[in-house]
Each structure stands twice: as structure tokens, then as C-alpha cells.
């Protein structure tokens, strides 16, 4: 996949997922243990071959920064190609900034112009799976189509992916178009967001897109555009979890804990790459007991923990009880402490004695930093 | 010169021969400890939060995996534009080659090396020992006593004291008498093998005992002696925290399951002085509603549905449905398959344990070496 560069579009619409991306987008969510959501994409163009990577962000880039760092993790500090990260500038065209991603890309497109891949990648970061692009890739290049999409045939009978984009096709199975799934099928084509673009073809749709200024986001910019081009389709068959909702989020966490998912996503097509954090093992201590549950590295755990996923680092006391939950990075539960249904942002911390109770369908989230105690104590 | 400036060198040639087939593909520095740590992570890792950055590791000894585990030094941070970690095996030249004879012999090989690093003060280090230790407060003892020598020393058992360099000191920390593995000793302090020396006294001292046919070039044996005999400013730095020298299958066994004990001192959670090691990049480890841990550590990668009760686990191990393990350590990629029991054991790399296999007893205080040949009583 020398040939093709990658590009991770992080303008996602994160407004559904309440207090979790209040300091951060969608990308940067922590998830599956010890992972970011954009570890998935970035991890699937390494490991499939992809060496050069622009990485687009939205205006949350504190923590963007902090976990890409140079790209080392992912094999990405390169002199040739690698990782380069591209931000929203300001001093333009602040006064009649729009909204979208389009003059992004547009205001970046020397990136793009004087790379020397023939072909471009684009992808979301939020369609969690693990991915082997070199299949896609080649029907692309066989099909000798300008646009390739990938693709996953999914059953949604709870109503999961509302919003998602829907693909149709012809009663010959060929492309016909692409909207906004709502949930009218419970059978239907998702797309994961993830297209494979001639460069010439990319520029074409992008300066006509600026001329005409009928788009704000690039995905509405190749919509427009799609009946001009030649369209392949790329079904792709393995584990795809969108994080768009909180309930998908915490449907996505929970899914790991069956082993055949387990298996897809971090070993089907070479393994995720993420920053390291050199946390020692986790430490399983007198009164530890634990059941169906993922755990990452560096916890020291003496309570009970059911079906949960419990971070890198984080403290369990004795006497605590913590079932169905997500409990991030270096959060402190102290003792007799009862979680159900609950997610716990990084570096919360819960104080002795405290009960917290969330909903299968909407569970409880302690922000980034939270101390919870008893009512009346400190 | 450059003033005050000290660099390592890291002796990491040895063998361990008493440490049987867990040295067979590795040389002692390399063998695995603590759950996913090899035994020099620790003094590379001291290296690295002591501020030193330039380190030459001495090799001989069977050094593939030693060298590939090193790599360039990027795991402890010591890969760097000026200096970082250098690995220096021994080398050929005008005269022929030749092995390192001894460890003074070692380092008097790369005088060269030392002397373009210029370095005011030379530490010299072993790779086969567990401790965490600031080299800088040493060097800042060795300052305070204007030494030309500073040893490490720690007290032992006093029944102990017939394996280690034995040290007398009077009441100012000089040291008075060096006696090296004694019968009746009249001191319990003992060398832990770290010295620093003024390199310009250090670099006399090595070309002299090179041009003595009858030394065993070793810094324990003549080295330090002969400074003894000469009246050389010698001083003991009182070392104190958990430091072991796994010599053998049951003191290995022993210093891991130290980690699983309340008293242990060696706090590998201090993220203060973290051990840094090469890293996997495994998903977190996971444990089936089916099995039972107390008082275990377990690393990345690992599914767990057995029973587990004072167990040092490296990464990806799978324990069956109602295995049982007990009092062990089990290296990575190791399978315990249904209904085996492992008691007080050490199981090496990648071994299956079969079904109704039974090693060791929960009875017996025998420690048992496991590898897919053959088990070794130790």
C-alpha cells in the first residue's frame, strides 16, 4: 500500500456523547483498557502497509498532541513520510469561518498535492474494527473505479446506528447512493466511513466544491459529486463497532468481553498499537475476585469486579463491589464502594462507602478528575 | 574531561549457570522477572531516573536476545543524539580477538570507548541483579568523601556472608578490609558489585592489571584489592532497600514470589522510579466468570479460566477451565490446558502443561523447572 496515503478525518460529531467529550473528541476516547478510539484507524494503516499519515484535527488538540505525539508507537516517526498533523488555523479567515471540514483539507492541500501516493485513504476515527485495507485496496485498483467505499452489512433491530450513512444499491448490486440511515431497515449497508480516492479525482471534487461553496464537509463535498464518478463498493466482514453514542460507547467496552469479538478486533489483522504507559502487572491481591472482566495493566486490585473493564492503573480497596462498569486510567475507588452501570473518567476518584447506580441504557458517568464522597462528608 | 560528568558501564556478559535452563538461550541480564520485565531493565531503567545517559552494556554471553531486547535504548529512554546506550561485545583487532577475560578485562577493552566519552567518573554496573537504586545521591556520597572508590554495599544474613565480597569499614564508611567469599566473616556488609571510580585513577589501574599474567582481571578479585594494598581513598556506600541476586532456580523462584508478598520492598508501582522495559503491545488481560485469583500478578495478553493463588504470570498465557496454579511463576506464551495443577514451579517460554498433568505438590517445598524437555528439581 506504498501507493496510497492515509488521511484520519477527525471532524466527527461528538455531541451525543455527553461529558466524555467535553475535553476531547470522539478519537481520543479511552476505550477497550488501555486504548484511544483512533488507535484502531492509525494501528489498521500501519499494520496494513500505509507509511505516510495526516492525521486532521478538530479543535479539541490538547490531548490529540499528547497521544500522537511524534507517531513512535505506531512506527510513525519516519523520515520519509510518517505522521504529520494537521490543526485548524485561525488567523485567516476567522471572521467568516465556516463550519465543516472542507477548508481544512482545502487550506491544507499542499499535504496532499506534494505527496507522491497516487491514491488517498480517508477514514473516521470512530468505526472501531480491525481492518486489512490491502483486500479493499486491490479490488479498488482491479475495479479501475475513482471512488472505492467501504462497507459492513449490518442488523440493527435496537436502533444502534441511527445517523449513520446508508449505501443503496441497484437490483444488480451496483452502487446507486448514499444517505442517512434512520432506521426505516433493520437490515441495511453501513458505511464505515472509510474511502479510498483517486488524487486527481480528490482535487477535482474538492476545488469544485470551493467554487461552487455548495459544502461544508468534505463526505457532502464526494456526495455531491458521486453520479459524476465511477463508484466500487468494498463489503467488509468483520467486527464493526461504531462510538457515536454513549450506549454504543459502553455496548463497544462490554463487546470485548466476548472472546470471538476479543479476538477480531485486536488480532485479526496485526495487533493495536498504542502509547506506552510502562505500567508494571496488574496485582490481584487477598481479597480480589474477579469475574468476566478485561483488565489492563498497573491496577492493584482487592475487591470484586464483574463484568467490567477496568484501565491502566487504576485502584480497586478491598470491600467494593463494582459490576457492569467502565473504569478508566488511574481512577481511585476506595473501599465498600458499589459501582453498577457506571463509567468513571480518567483519574476519578470515588471515596469510601459511595453507591453509584447507572442504567444498562444510559449509565452513569463520572467526569475526568470527579472526586464523589458522601453526601456531608469530605 | 568533562567535570563531574559519569557514565555506566553495564556488565551483562554473564552466564548464570546455576540458573540451569532458564540461561540456556539467554544470558543471565536477559532471563525474564516480575511479570514482564527482563533482570537488566532494572539497572537500565536505575540509569535512566538517575539522570545517566550514557551507558555501555558489556556482552558475551549468547546475546541475541539480549541485544535485540536493548535495541537502540528507545524502552528506557536512552536513545539519544549525544551518547544514549551503546552494546559492546568484544572485538577483533590487529592482534587477533579475543573474549572479555574478566570484568576488569572487560572494560579495559573499550578503553577507548570510556576515553571519548571523557567522562569524570566511571560506574560500573551488573546486569544480573533486582534493586532500584539513585546512582545519583552514590555519586554525590562519593563526592562528599572525596573517594578515589565508592562500593555499594548492603548488609546480609550473617550466614550468607560466605557467597558475597565481604567489606570491614570504620566508623567514617572507609573501608578497611576486602575479603572476598570468607569463611568466619567479621562483617556482613557486602558488595553489591556497583562501584564508581575516578577514571583517571580507574584507567591506571586496569592497564597495570592487564600486564599481570597472574590476575584474573576481575574487579572483586584484584582491582579492588590491589587499590586496597595501595592506600586508595575507599569508601562504603550503606545501600538499603530489596536488592537480590538470583543465583539460583529457587532464589528466582523466591524473588518473584517476593513481589506477591505484603512486605515486599521492591514497589514496582512507584511511578516515581518506574521500570521501563521493551513493550508487546497485547490487549489487556482477561478473566472468565469461570476463574478464581488471589494474590497474583498478571501481565497483558493472558485469558485466565482456572484457579490461581500466589502466581507470577508473564503475557499471553492460557489457563484452562479448572487448571489449577499455585506458588508459581509461568513465562510467557505458556498453556496450562484443562484440569493440570502446577504447584511451586517456574514454567518456561511457550510450554504446554497437558491435561491431568500434575507438577510439583501443594505439600512438598521442591521448586520445579519446567520446559518443554524436560523438569528440573532445584
Given at each position: 500500500?506504498k501507493?496510497?496515503?492515509?488521511?484520519i478525518?477527525?471532524s466527527e460529531n461528538?455531541?451525543t456523547?455527553?461529558?466524555l467529550?467535553?475535553n476531547?473528541?470522539?478519537a481520543m476516547l479511552?476505550i477497550a483498557?488501555r486504548?484511544?478510539?483512533?488507535?484502531?484507524?492509525?494501528s489498521?494503516m500501519?499494520n496494513?502497509?500505509i507509511t505516510?499519515?495526516?492525521?486532521?484535527t478538530?479543535?479539541?488538540?490538547?490531548?490529540?498532541?499528547?497521544?500522537?505525539?511524534?507517531?513512535?508507537?505506531?512506527?510513525?516517526?519516519r523520515?520519509?513520510?510518517g505522521?504529520f498533523?494537521?490543526?485548524?488555523?485561525?488567523?485567516?479567515?476567522?471572521?467568516h469561518?465556516k463550519?465543516?471540514d472542507?477548508e481544512l483539507f482545502?487550506e491544507n492541500?499542499s499535504f496532499?498535492?506534494?505527496?507522491?501516493q497516487?491514491?488517498?485513504?480517508?477514514?473516521?476515527s470512530?468505526?472501531l474494527?480491525n481492518i486489512d485495507?490491502?483486500?479493499a485496496?486491490k479490488a479498488?485498483?482491479?475495479?479501475?473505479?475513482?471512488?472505492?467505499?467501504?462497507y459492513?452489512k449490518?442488523k440493527d433491530?435496537?436502533?444502534?446506528?441511527?445517523?449513520?450513512d446508508?449505501?443503496?444499491?441497484?437490483?444488480?448490486?451496483?452502487?446507486?447512493?448514499?444517505?442517512?440511515n434512520l432506521?426505516?431497515?433493520?437490515?441495511?449497508?453501513?458505511?464505515m466511513e472509510?474511502y479510498?480516492?483517486?488524487k486527481?479525482?480528490?482535487f477535482?471534487i474538492l476545488?469544485?466544491?470551493v467554487?461552487?461553496?455548495?459544502?461544508?464537509?468534505?463526505k457532502q463535498?464526494i456526495?455531491n459529486?458521486?453520479?459524476k464518478?465511477k463508484?466500487h463498493?468494498?463489503?467488509?466482514k468483520?467486527?464493526?463497532f461504531?462510538?457515536?453514542?454513549?450506549?454504543?460507547?459502553?455496548?463497544?467496552?462490554?463487546?470485548?468481553l466476548?472472546?470471538?469479538?476479543?479476538k477480531?478486533?485486536f488480532?485479526s489483522?496485526g495487533h493495536i498499537?498504542t502509547?506506552?504507559k510502562d505500567?508494571?502487572?496488574?496485582?490481584?491481591k487477598?481479597?480480589a475476585?474477579?469475574?468476566?472482566?478485561?483488565v489492563a495493566?498497573?491496577?492493584?486490585?482487592d475487591?470484586?469486579v464483574?463484568?467490567?473493564?477496568?484501565?491502566?492503573?487504576?485502584?480497586?480497596?478491598?470491600g467494593?463491589i463494582i459490576?457492569?462498569?467502565?473504569v478508566?486510567?488511574?481512577?481511585d475507588i476506595q473501599e465498600?464502594?458499589h459501582?453498577?452501570?457506571?463509567?468513571?473518567?480518567k483519574?476519578?476518584?470515588?471515596?469510601k462507602?459511595v453507591t453509584?447506580?447507572?442504567?444498562?441504557?444510559?449509565?452513569?458517568i463520572?467526569?475526568?478528575?470527579?472526586?464523589?464522597t458522601r453526601?456531608g462528608?469530605? | 574531561m568533562k567535570?563531574?560528568?559519569?557514565?555506566?558501564?553495564?556488565?551483562?556478559?554473564g552466564?548464570?549457570?546455576?540458573?540451569?535452563?532458564?540461561?540456556k538461550?539467554?544470558?543471565?541480564?536477559a532471563?525474564?522477572?516480575?511479570?514482564?520485565?527482563r533482570?537488566?531493565?532494572?539497572?537500565?531503567s536505575n540509569?535512566?531516573n538517575?539522570?545517566?545517559?550514557?551507558?555501555g552494556i558489556?556482552?558475551?554471553y549468547?546475546p541475541y536476545?539480549?541485544?535485540s531486547?536493548?535495541?537502540?535504548?528507545s524502552?528506557?529512554?536512552?536513545?539519544?543524539?549525544?551518547?544514549?546506550v551503546?552494546?559492546l561485545?568484544?572485538y577483533t583487532n590487529?592482534q587477533?580477538?579475543?573474549?572479555?577475560?574478566?570484568?576488569a578485562?572487560a572494560i579495559?577493552e573499550n578503553l577507548s570507548?570510556?576515553?571519548e566519552?571523557d567522562?569524570?567518573?566511571?560506574l560500573?554496573l551488573?546486569?544480573d541483579?533486582i534493586?532500584k537504586m539513585d546512582?545519583s545521591?552514590m555519586?554525590?556520597?562519593h563526592?562528599e568523601?572525596n573517594?578515589d572508590?565508592?562500593v555499594?554495599v548492603?548488609?546480609?544474613?550473617?550466614?550468607?556472608t560466605?557467597?558475597?565480597g565481604?567489606?570491614?569499614?570504620?566508623?567514617d564508611?572507609l573501608?578497611?578490609?576486602?575479603?572476598?567469599?570468607?569463611?568466619?566473616?567479621?562483617?556482613?556488609l557486602?558488595?553489591?558489585?556497583i562501584y564508581i571510580f575516578?577514571?583517571?585513577?580507574l584507567?591506571d589501574?586496569l592497564i597495570a592489571?592487564e600486564k599481570?599474567?597472574d590476575s584474573?582481571?576481575d574487579?572483586?578479585k584484584?582491582?579492588?584489592p590491589?587499590m586496597t594494598v595501595d592506600?586508595?581513598k575507599m569508601?562504603a556506600y550503606k545501600?538499603q532497600?530489596y536488592?537480590k541476586?538470583?543465583?539460583t532456580?529457587k532464589?528466582?523462584?523466591?524473588?518473584?514470589?517476593?513481589?506477591?508478598?505484603?512486605?515486599?520492598t521492591?514497589?514496582?508501582?512507584?511511578?516515581?522510579w518506574?521500570?521501563?522495559?521493551?513493550?508487546?503491545?497485547l490487549?489487556?488481560?482477561?478473566?472468565s466468570?469461570?476463574a478464581?485469583?488471589?494474590?497474583?500478578?498478571i501481565n497483558?495478553?493472558?485469558?485466565?479460566?482456572?484457579?490461581l493463588e500466589?502466581?507470577?504470570?508473564?503475557?499471553e498465557?492460557?489457563i484452562?477451565?479448572n487448571?489449577?496454579v499455585?506458588?508459581?511463576?509461568?513465562l510467557s506464551?505458556?498453556v496450562?490446558?484443562?484440569?493440570?495443577?502446577v504447584?511451586?514451579?517456574?514454567?518456561?517460554?511457550?510450554?504446554?502443561?497437558?491435561?491431568?498433568?500434575?507438577?510439583?505438590?501443594?505439600?512438598?517445598e521442591?521448586?520445579?523447572?519446567?520446559?518443554?524437555?524436560n523438569?528440573?528439581?532445584?
Amino acid at each position: 500500500m506504498k501507493n496510497c496515503l492515509g488521511i484520519i478525518n477527525m471532524s466527527e460529531n461528538d455531541s451525543t456523547m455527553g461529558a466524555l467529550t467535553q475535553n476531547r473528541p470522539t478519537a481520543m476516547l479511552p476505550i477497550a483498557g488501555r486504548y484511544r478510539v483512533i488507535d484502531f484507524v492509525l494501528s489498521n494503516m500501519v499494520n496494513s502497509g500505509i507509511t505516510g499519515i495526516g492525521v486532521f484535527t478538530g479543535n479539541k488538540v490538547r490531548s490529540v498532541m499528547d497521544h500522537l505525539g511524534s507517531g513512535q508507537p505506531w512506527d510513525l516517526d519516519r523520515k520519509l513520510n510518517g505522521l504529520f498533523v494537521f490543526t485548524p488555523t485561525y488567523d485567516y479567515h476567522s471572521i467568516h469561518r465556516k463550519i465543516g471540514d472542507l477548508e481544512l483539507f482545502f487550506e491544507n492541500n499542499s499535504f496532499v498535492k506534494y505527496a507522491k501516493q497516487d491514491y488517498l485513504l480517508f477514514s473516521k476515527s470512530y468505526m472501531l474494527a480491525n481492518i486489512d485495507y490491502n483486500e479493499a485496496f486491490k479490488a479498488f485498483l482491479e475495479s479501475g473505479a475513482d471512488i472505492s467505499i467501504v462497507y459492513k452489512k449490518v442488523k440493527d433491530k435496537s436502533n444502534a446506528f441511527l445517523g449513520c450513512d446508508k449505501i443503496h444499491f441497484d437490483d444488480d448490486g451496483v452502487f446507486e447512493s448514499i444517505g442517512t440511515n434512520l432506521g426505516m431497515d433493520i437490515e441495511f449497508n453501513m458505511s464505515m466511513e472509510m474511502y479510498f480516492i483517486k488524487k486527481s479525482v480528490y482535487f477535482e471534487i474538492l476545488y469544485d466544491a470551493v467554487e461552487k461553496g455548495n459544502a461544508n464537509y468534505l463526505k457532502q463535498a464526494i456526495f455531491n459529486n458521486l453520479d459524476k464518478y465511477k463508484v466500487h463498493t468494498h463489503e467488509f466482514k468483520g467486527h464493526v463497532f461504531p462510538i457515536n453514542t454513549i450506549k454504543n460507547y459502553f455496548n463497544a467496552n462490554m463487546g470485548i468481553l466476548k472472546s470471538d469479538i476479543e479476538k477480531d478486533l485486536f488480532f485479526s489483522n496485526g495487533h493495536i498499537l498504542t502509547k506506552v504507559k510502562d505500567e508494571p502487572s496488574t496485582y490481584y491481591k487477598q481479597n480480589a475476585k474477579v469475574k468476566n472482566s478485561f483488565v489492563a495493566n498497573g491496577c492493584i486490585i482487592d475487591g470484586y469486579v464483574e463484568n467490567s473493564i477496568i484501565f491502566r492503573g487504576v485502584k480497586i480497596d478491598k470491600g467494593c463491589i463494582i459490576r457492569n462498569s467502565i473504569v478508566m486510567q488511574k481512577s481511585d475507588i476506595q473501599e465498600n464502594v458499589h459501582l453498577n452501570y457506571v463509567i468513571l473518567d480518567k483519574r476519578a476518584k470515588v471515596s469510601k462507602g459511595v453507591t453509584l447506580i447507572g442504567d444498562p441504557s444510559s449509565p452513569y458517568i463520572a467526569s475526568k478528575k470527579a472526586t464523589i464522597t458522601r453526601e456531608g462528608e469530605q | 574531561m568533562k567535570e563531574g560528568k559519569m557514565i555506566a558501564m553495564l556488565l551483562a556478559g554473564g552466564q548464570g549457570s546455576r540458573l540451569k535452563l532458564l540461561t540456556k538461550d539467554v544470558a543471565k541480564p536477559a532471563v525474564p522477572f516480575g511479570g514482564k520485565y527482563r533482570i537488566i531493565d532494572f539497572p537500565l531503567s536505575n540509569c535512566s531516573n538517575s539522570n545517566i545517559f550514557d551507558v555501555g552494556i558489556l556482552t558475551q554471553y549468547k546475546p541475541y536476545q539480549l541485544n535485540s531486547h536493548i535495541g537502540i535504548g528507545s524502552s528506557w529512554d536512552l536513545d539519544r543524539p549525544n551518547g544514549g546506550v551503546r552494546v559492546l561485545p568484544p572485538y577483533t583487532n590487529e592482534q587477533g580477538g579475543r573474549w572479555y577475560k574478566g570484568t576488569a578485562n572487560a572494560i579495559y577493552e573499550n578503553l577507548s570507548f570510556i576515553d571519548e566519552l571523557d567522562p569524570e567518573f566511571v560506574l560500573i554496573l551488573s546486569g544480573d541483579h533486582i534493586y532500584k537504586m539513585d546512582y545519583s545521591v552514590m555519586l554525590d556520597f562519593h563526592l562528599e568523601k572525596n573517594a578515589d572508590v565508592t562500593v555499594s554495599v548492603i548488609e546480609v544474613p550473617w550466614e550468607e556472608t560466605n557467597r558475597f565480597g565481604i567489606l570491614k569499614i570504620d566508623a567514617d564508611q572507609l573501608i578497611t578490609e576486602f575479603l572476598e567469599k570468607p569463611k568466619n566473616a567479621t562483617s556482613n556488609l557486602a558488595s553489591m558489585g556497583i562501584y564508581i571510580f575516578n577514571w583517571k585513577s580507574l584507567r591506571d589501574y586496569l592497564i597495570a592489571d592487564e600486564k599481570n599474567p597472574d590476575s584474573e582481571n576481575d574487579f572483586g578479585k584484584n582491582i579492588i584489592p590491589n587499590m586496597t594494598v595501595d592506600g586508595k581513598k575507599m569508601y562504603a556506600y550503606k545501600f538499603q532497600g530489596y536488592w537480590k541476586d538470583v543465583g539460583t532456580i529457587k532464589s528466582y523462584w523466591e524473588a518473584n514470589m517476593d513481589l506477591l508478598s505484603d512486605e515486599n520492598t521492591l514497589d514496582l508501582y512507584d511511578r516515581t522510579w518506574k521500570i521501563y522495559s521493551k513493550n508487546k503491545h497485547l490487549p489487556p488481560h482477561y478473566i472468565s466468570a469461570d476463574a478464581h485469583v488471589k494474590n497474583s500478578m498478571i501481565n497483558e495478553g493472558c485469558v485466565i479460566n482456572g484457579t490461581l493463588e500466589n502466581a507470577m504470570l508473564f503475557n499471553e498465557i492460557h489457563i484452562e477451565k479448572n487448571a489449577v496454579v499455585k506458588n508459581s511463576v509461568i513465562l510467557s506464551g505458556v498453556v496450562v490446558e484443562e484440569g493440570a495443577s502446577v504447584y511451586n514451579a517456574v514454567i518456561m517460554e511457550n510450554v504446554v502443561v497437558e491435561s491431568g498433568t500434575k507438577i510439583g505438590s501443594p505439600d512438598s517445598e521442591e521448586v520445579y523447572l519446567v520446559s518443554s524437555t524436560n523438569i528440573i528439581k532445584s
